[in-house]
């Protein structure tokens, strides 16, 4: 497994795979080529069919800043790599210097064609199963949190503190913003609603629900959120953790120690399966957000490493066979309400979890190979391509 940085992002919405990923790749094309008179972009699969509502084209012209760039939808060319492929082309004096095929594999993250997902170079955990961990952790009496701090970069307080902050940063900008978001579905905002319910009934479900908004909204209006672990389910961690924080007066240090454990589940899950709603359905995206949220409270309410895995595990099950079938190809309707669905889905599986004790039959390990199968079993109307379910069935 790589470096859990990669789950937590700061990045400009509304998806990490669409606009994140994609404006990454233009900026390292555009720097390796900075001779070339005009470039091509073409965008493929999920790319091509959502790549409008997702602002795809919108962010790689921007990062080309000046530069002439033409994009083509191809509709009609899919890798079996992955759904989410671009083929960046430079000239200079309309002679072809330079093409780079990429993918935007979920999160944000970059492949090129047939790259490894498991083990790559910049793998530093010794493990990539939670059973693995599990047993590591129990023979060396070490915290999940712990096993992170002992094997991820030496940076990463400093690096999740910052997360932190973006975190509470979007959301106190999405408490006050009350326009219609845009894209023409001419979605209200509610954090605001939310937040004044709150203010005169301050319970933790109100707050939960008034959070994931939030920061969802803020995601679907294209401004600055984190990944976690992609912008199209960023409201659901946050909003677990910091409503709880809010309610009982946890430290930032104690949450920091919460987001290496949510930042664990994540990994897990793009290393064995997918974060990518384009490969696997919504299940990568909101259900992983919703394992990793599940971790981190059971983790603040003091849970052995065994009762967390129950909750993420616990939290991921029930979101298994979750398509995606975004309306109008905007991260918007369900995604916004998912967050929110989500986010408290989190807190009853913790709490089922601590209840139940920790004997259950199924593993977490299990659980994210279950979401990797029935991902790709998906019909790809249901995978990022706005071709099915609500896309298709919204009452106008
Ligand atoms: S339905 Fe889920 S996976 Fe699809 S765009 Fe919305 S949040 Fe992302």
Not at 128 to 155: A, P, Q, R, S
Request: aromatic residues 8%.
């Amino acid at each position: 497994m790589e470096t859990i940085k990669d789950i937590f992002k700061i990045g400009y919405g509304p998806s990490s795979s669409h606009t994140m990923g994609p404006a990454r790749a233009a900026k390292i094309f555009l720097n390796r080529n900075l001779d070339a008179t005009t470039f091509k972009c073409i965008l493929y699969g999920s790319l091509a069919r959502t790549g409008k509502g997702h602002l795809t084209d919108y962010i790689i012209k921007k990062t080309f800043n000046n530069k002439p760039i033409e994009i083509i939808f191809d509709f009609d060319k899919t890798y079996n790599y992955h759904p989410n492929a671009m083929k960046f082309i430079a000239y200079q004096d309309h002679k072809k210097i330079d093409e780079w095929l990429v993918f935007s594999v979920g999160g944000g993250t970059l492949k090129e064609l047939n790259e490894p997902r498991t083990l790559t170079d910049a793998t530093i955990y010794p493990h990539h199963l939670m059973n693995d961990i599990l047993k590591y952790t129990k023979d060396l009496k070490m915290g999940l949190d712990e096993y992170v701090e002992k094997y991820d970069e030496k940076d990463l307080d400093e690096y999740l503190l910052a997360i932190l902050k973006q975190f509470k940063k979007t959301i106190n900008q999405g408490l006050y913003a009350s326009d219609i978001l845009p894209g023409g579905l001419q979605v209200q905002r509610k954090a605001p609603l939310f937040y004044q319910k709150f203010l005169s009934n301050p319970t933790l479900e109100l707050l939960t629900y008034t959070y994931a908004l939030a920061m969802s909204e803020e995601n679907a209006s294209g401004n600055l959120v984190v990944t976690a672990p992609t912008c199209g389910s960023c409201g659901v961690v946050p909003a677990v953790i910091l409503s709880y924080q809010k309610m009982n007066e946890v430290s930032d240090e104690k949450l920091i120690k919460a987001l290496k454990v949510a930042g664990l589940i994540g990994n897990l899950a793009k290393t064995n399966a997918s974060i990518s709603g384009a490969e696997v359905g919504c299940q990568g995206e909101i259900g992983v957000a919703c394992a990793m949220s599940a971790a981190a409270i059971s983790y603040l309410k003091g849970a052995s490493n065994e009762i967390i895995e129950y909750a993420a595990e616990i939290a991921l099950e029930h979101h298994l066979g979750m398509t995606c079938d975004p309306v109008k190809g905007l991260v918007q309707i369900p995604c916004i309400e998912r967050n929110a669905i989500a986010a408290m889905q989190a807190n009853n599986a913790s709490d089922y979890a601590i209840l139940a004790g920790n004997k259950h039959n199924v593993t977490l390990d299990s659980v994210i190979e279950v979401m990797n199968e029935t991902g790709h079993d998906l019909h790809t109307k249901y995978r990022e391509t706005a071709t099915g379910g609500l896309a298709i069935h919204q009452k106008k």
